[in-house]
Every structure is written in structure tokens, then in C-alpha cells.
T-cell receptor, first 111, second 110 residues
Framework: DTAVSQTPKYLVTQMGNDKSIKCEQN?????MYWYKQDSKKFLKIMFSYNNKELIINETVPNRFSPKSPDKAHLNLHINSLELGDSAVYFC??????????FGSGTRLTVV | GIQVEQSPPDLILQEGANSTLRCNFS?????LQWFHQNPWGQLINLFYIPSGTKQNGRLSATTVATERYSLLYISSSQTTDSGVYFCAVDSNFGNEKLTFGTGTRLTIIP
């Protein structure tokens, strides 16, 4: 059973398109996150949700909109994709005292 | 915000060697984790270790919270240990979020 699963694994799309990445966790964690890993491998938080409520929004362009229909799901929608959005996006979940678990990542390539 | 520094940035070793990776952080932490990002890009959780010492096979980790550092030890390296090792911390103050260091890239040569 995959603890944090995200789809798709790979996404190649043209500039200007709108795309979504989905994430689900079956760990019963209360908090979920989106992280972005750039070409230099640096990992930085984008958003966090706790029980469907947005907690952190780290200076991310408003073309990025997270949505949490319930505490087990956190999706990421990106409008008007730009070349600079190419990166690997990781979903994660956490529970206090138990640490964070990451999904396997979605490699987004904008052409 | 909290700063996380890892050293060395790169490490090349022969199979069978031992290594020590270091993580320094600038403030007190609730959580510290070590991750291994393998060549396929997956982030594998190695240790959840805000304090103390843990061992898992050939890997062990020690965090000295009062001195704000953590060490990851890898013994008898294998080629499958290659990849990038990240230290990440969650500080005691503000909203819960994991801040990553810049990583140590480990290459094990057969």
C-alpha cells in the first residue's frame, strides 16, 4: 500500500496550458504539503493544508492553486504554465511526532 | 527562518568505505529527518531523529539538539547508497513546515 501517492509521475505540456497534479495519503495524517524541487535539487515548501485549511502559502504565484477536498487529498492546479514551472513537485503529509512522508514526485516539463 | 547547512556538498568514495555526513541548523527544532534521494528521484525517509541516536542496518544517525547538529553515518558503502542525502528540520516556532538543507551528493564507485 502506497502511503502518499501522486499522479501523474511525468507530465509534459506546452506553455500556456493548465494542468493538475493529484495527491492522496492513507496514513491518517492531518497535514499535507506541496514542495517544489528545482533543477539544482533544492527543495522548498509551496503550500501546506491542515484538515482542509490552508496554513502556509510561501510566495507562490497565484497561477498555482491548491485544493483539499478532504484531509486525505491535496491537489495542485497550475494555470498558464510557464517554462520556469518545470521542476519536480512532491506531495507530503505529516503528523506531529511522526515526521513527514513524501510521495514519489511528479516531474513537470513545460515546452 | 531556520537555516540548514549540510557538509560536505559532494563525496566520492569507493565501495566498502565509511562516511559521515553533517547537518547544522540555526535554531531549536521539533523534528529532524534524514532523507535519501535515489537516482530515480524518490525521497526515502531514513531517520526521524529530533534527538538521540538511531541505527538501521549499515546506517545510523545522531542528533545533538543542544548543539544544533546531526550526523549521518554510512558504513561499508554500497553502490546503491549513491544519491543525494538531505537533512530537513521543522523549527519550534511558527507554522509546521520542513526546511531542507542543500544536500550531500554521495557517489560510490565500485
Amino acid at each position: 500500500d502506497t502511503a502518499v501517492s501522486q499522479t501523474p509521475k511525468y507530465l509534459v505540456t506546452q506553455m500556456g496550458n493548465d494542468k493538475s497534479i493529484k495527491c492522496e495519503q492513507n496514513l491518517g495524517h492531518d497535514t499535507m504539503y506541496w514542495y517544489k524541487q528545482d533543477s539544482k535539487k533544492f527543495l522548498k515548501i509551496m503550500f501546506s493544508y491542515n484538515n482542509k485549511e490552508l496554513i502556509i502559502n510561501e510566495t507562490v504565484p497565484n497561477r498555482f492553486s491548491p485544493k483539499s477536498p478532504d484531509k486525505a487529498h491535496l491537489n495542485l492546479h497550475i494555470n498558464s504554465l510557464e517554462l520556469g514551472d518545470s521542476a519536480v513537485y512532491f506531495c507530503a503529509s505529516s503528523r506531529q511526532g511522526r515526521g513527514y512522508t513524501f510521495g514519489s514526485g511528479t516531474r513537470l516539463t513545460v515546452v | 527562518g531556520i537555516q540548514v547547512e549540510q557538509s560536505p556538498p559532494d563525496l566520492i568514495l569507493q565501495e566498502g568505505a565509511n562516511s559521515t555526513l553533517r547537518c547544522n541548523f540555526s535554531d531549536s527544532v521539533n523534528n529532524l529527518q534524514w532523507f535519501h534521494q535515489n537516482p530515480w528521484g524518490q525521497l526515502i525517509n531514513l531517520f526521524y531523529i529530533p534527538s538521540g541516536t538511531k541505527q538501521n542496518g549499515r546506517l545510523s544517525a545522531t542528533t545533538v539538539a543542544t548543539e544544533r547538529y546531526s550526523l549521518l553515518y554510512i558504513s561499508s558503502s554500497q553502490t546503491t547508497d549513491s544519491g543525494v542525502y538531505f537533512c530537513a528540520v521543522d523549527s519550534n516556532f511558527g507554522n509546521e513546515k520542513l526546511t531542507f538543507g542543500t544536500g550531500t551528493r554521495l557517489t560510490i564507485i565500485p
